[in-house]
DNA sequence: GTTTACAGTTGACAGTTGTAGTCTCTCGTG
DNA sequence: CACGAGAGACTACAACTGTCAACTGTAAAC
C-alpha cells in the first residue's frame, strides 16, 4: 500500500476518501454525512465508523476546531497509482503494457477513447 | 464480479488461480502443493483450504478422477478484465482513458513500454 | 495385512470489513 | 439554566480472509 498507510482502503472508506478529495478544503462529520447519507444510504454511525478507521489507518488527518475536520493525507493520485500498480502487480506480471494491451483488445474502450489515446502518445514521451 | 462467481477471489486465492491458469491441464492437489508449498510458504492445510474456497466460490472446477483435478472455470482475461473494470469505476470515474493517461504520467511506465503502446495503436483501430 | 502418507472434510481462530447501536459530553436554544 | 441534538468514543456482530490443525478414509509400500 501507499507508504505511511497501514492497511488498505477497503471499499466503503474508499468511498469517504473520494468525497474528501473532491472537496476544497476539510470537512466536518456533519458535513461528510451529508454528502454521504444520502447517496449511499449509510446511517450517521456506519459513517464515523468508516472516517474513524481511515484516521487510523493514517490515510486522513484529523484537526481540531470546534469539531473534528478531515482532510486527506494521501492523494487521490498517490492511492490510484498504487491501486493500478498492485493490479499490475497481481495480474498482469508486473507489465502496465500488459495492461493497456488487455484494454485494448476488451471492450474496455470506445473507438473515441483509442482516438484519444492515440493523441496522448503521439504528444508524450 | 464475473458472471458465475459466487464472491470476490482473495489475493491468496488468486495465487492459486494463478497456478491453474498457467498450467496446461486440470492439477491435483499434490502437484498445486508442489508449486505453492514452497513458492509462498504456505502449509498444505492452508492450501486445500483455498482451494476448497475456489470451488465454492464456483471459481475452479473439481474433476473426479483417482483423485480430484482442478482447473479454472473463469479464464484469467476474463478475471483480469473485470477487476480492470472494477479498478477503473472505483478509481477512474468509469474512465479507462483516464487510467491510461494515470500511467502514461506515472512511474508505471518506461521509455521501452510507451514506445510499444504506441506501436500498438498504431496497429489497432 | 498393518503401517504410512496423503486426499478430502470439518473446525478453528484472529484480523478486516460492512454496518450499526449505545453512552456520554457539550453546545446552542428556549 | 434545563433540554435536546448531534459529536465523539466504545461496543457489536456477521461475513470474509489468512492461516492452519485434526479427523477420516483409502491406497500404496512393506
Redesign the interface.
Known amino acids: 500500500m501507499p507508504k505511511d498507510l497501514a492497511g488498505k482502503i477497503s471499499?466503503s472508506e474508499?468511498e469517504v476518501m473520494k468525497l474528501l478529495w473532491h472537496a476544497e478544503a476539510s470537512l466536518s462529520i456533519t458535513e461528510i454525512r451529508e454528502h454521504l447519507q444520502q447517496a449511499k444510504g449509510w446511517e450517521p454511525a456506519t459513517i464515523k465508523t468508516l472516517v474513524s478507521r481511515l484516521v487510523s489507518k493514517g490515510a486522513v488527518r484529523q484537526e481540531k476546531r470546534n469539531v473534528y475536520y478531515y482532510s486527506p493525507l494521501i492523494s487521490?493520485?498517490e492511492?490510484?497509482?498504487w491501486?493500478?500498480?498492485d493490479?499490475?502487480t497481481?495480474?498482469?506480471n508486473g507489465?502496465?503494457?500488459d495492461?493497456?494491451?488487455?484494454?485494448?483488445h476488451?471492450?474496455?474502450?470506445t473507438?473515441e477513447?483509442?482516438e484519444?489515446?492515440?493523441g496522448?502518445?503521439?504528444v508524450?514521451?
Open positions: 471499499d474508499l487521490e493520485e492511492y490510484g497509482s491501486a493500478t500498480g493490479l499490475i497481481r495480474l498482469y507489465s502496465a503494457r495492461l493497456v494491451a488487455a484494454l485494448v476488451s471492450e474496455g474502450l473507438k477513447d483509442i484519444e489515446l492515440r496522448m502518445f503521439r508524450e514521451e
